[in-house]
């Protein structure tokens, strides 16, 4: 996996990949492997939970919604990891949607109609740090998502340079 400096931190840039089937039953999988490498390059538990549960739910929306439950559609997720930050990359060729048109949710009204589902963009833009859409439907569809090593540059003043 990655190599990590004394003090926790990658050390240079690295690309983890997996191809998978779009089988609910392979959202285990994946949730293993982001958790996994997010937890080898030095996130938290609160951390390495948001980032499974965003890319779960992205994982969840192309299975549903871009391939309409095909399970023999490929998810390809990638993972790339540099020394600001942590980003999955979720690839399909399935169905795409404009991101535009997904309003965000009145958590008020929607709990109190007890409401179930539809919080899957809402749960991944407020979990992750960035959030972008690259839509292109049959051909690709593409949301990459990065959660940012902020705790770890606030004290670490060799990264402060390099950040910049």
């Known amino acids: 996996m990655t190599k990590e400096g004394g003090d926790g931190l990658p050390q240079a840039k690295r690309k ?19 958790s996994k490498v997010a937890r080898k390059v030095g996130f938290k538990d609160d951390d390495v939970g ?39 990359i ?7 949607f404009n991101p535009r048109k997904i309003k965000t949710p009145d958590m008020k009204e929607y709990l109190a ?9 809402y749960l991944m833009r407020t979990l992750m740090d960035e959030i972008d859409f690259e839509v292109k439907p049959g051909k690709r569809n593409q949301v990459k998502m990065s959660k940012y090593f902020l705790d770890k540059m606030s004290n670490h ?8």
């Open 16 to 34: 983890y990949q997996l191809r998978i089937p779009s089988q609910t039953d392979n959202l285990e999988l994946i949730r293993e492997f982001v």
């Open 50 to 88: 948001k980032i499974e549960l965003a890319v779960d739910e992205a994982c969840a929306n192309v299975i549903e919604h871009a391939y309409q439950k095909d399970d023999k559609q490929p998810i390809d997720i990638v993972i790339q990891i540099d020394y600001q930050k942590f980003t999955v």
């Open 113 to 121: 109609q007890m409401r179930v589902g539809g919080l899957g963009i």
């Open 157 to 164: 003043p060799d990264l402060k340079e390099i950040a910049r």
């Open 90 to 96: 979720i690839t399909d060729r399935g169905r795409g």
